[in-house]
């Protein structure tokens, strides 16, 4: 026996391959995002790309410095009232927190907007721009969602030139032990 190590078993060997195994499945998924031509359709919650075409993409730190210039804006969906509510039913849609001075434009990062909701986005950039499209806006959701690439990429179609992209949102604003402000929706089609 002198010098020799002993084998691992198979079994061993196999165990180890099946415990290692979902890494790669990780590693594989971690791969760039790529930037689609148009907007994103569906499944929103999903890993973004680390760019957008036109756009400045921001970290935490940035979005802290442009807080004071820039207009922050949050495009997390509203949860629509269910349907089939008895009358008299009281119904109250999930509170929303958001990066303190940020107007909430409900809606408006879906890959496409039904009319009324493109007027509300239009008009409410237009309204908070007083109709500089000079003016920095930083667009931002939660972490991997693509409302806010999708909002950000519109704006860019409308003319606006000094857009930001957030991609880490609220998420990362909050893990990094930055206040969150109880918010509401701007009024109009949401």
């Not at 969150?180 to 701007?186: G, N």
Request: glycine share 8%; proline share 12%; charged share 20%.
């Amino acid at each position: 026996m002198g010098g020799q190590r002993p084998r691992a078993p198979a079994s061993l060997a196999l165990g180890l391959f099946v415990l290692l195994s979902p890494l790669a499945v990780v590693a594989q998924s971690a791969a760039p995002v790529p930037e689609p031509e148009g907007y994103r359709m569906d499944r929103f919650r999903a890993p973004v790309p680390a760019t957008l075409k036109g756009a400045t993409v921001v970290s935490t730190k940035e979005v802290e410095a442009l807080a004071g210039t820039a207009i922050l804006v949050d495009v997390l969906p509203r949860p629509p009232k269910p349907q089939g509510l008895k009358d008299g039913t009281i119904w109250r849609p999930r509170p929303r927190s958001n990066i303190p001075g940020s107007v909430w434009l409900p809606n408006t990062g879906l890959g496409v907007l039904p009319i009324s909701v493109e007027a509300y986005f239009r008009d409410s950039l237009a309204r908070l721009t007083a109709g500089d499209r000079a003016r920095k806006l930083v667009f931002y959701c939660l972490a991997d969602c693509w409302m806010s690439w999708n909002a950000a990429k519109r704006a860019l179609t409308y003319g606006y030139s000094q857009v930001y992209w957030y991609p880490e949102g609220t998420d990362a604003w909050s893990a990094a032990g930055l206040p969150l402000a109880p918010s509401e929706p701007e009024p109009g089609a949401y």
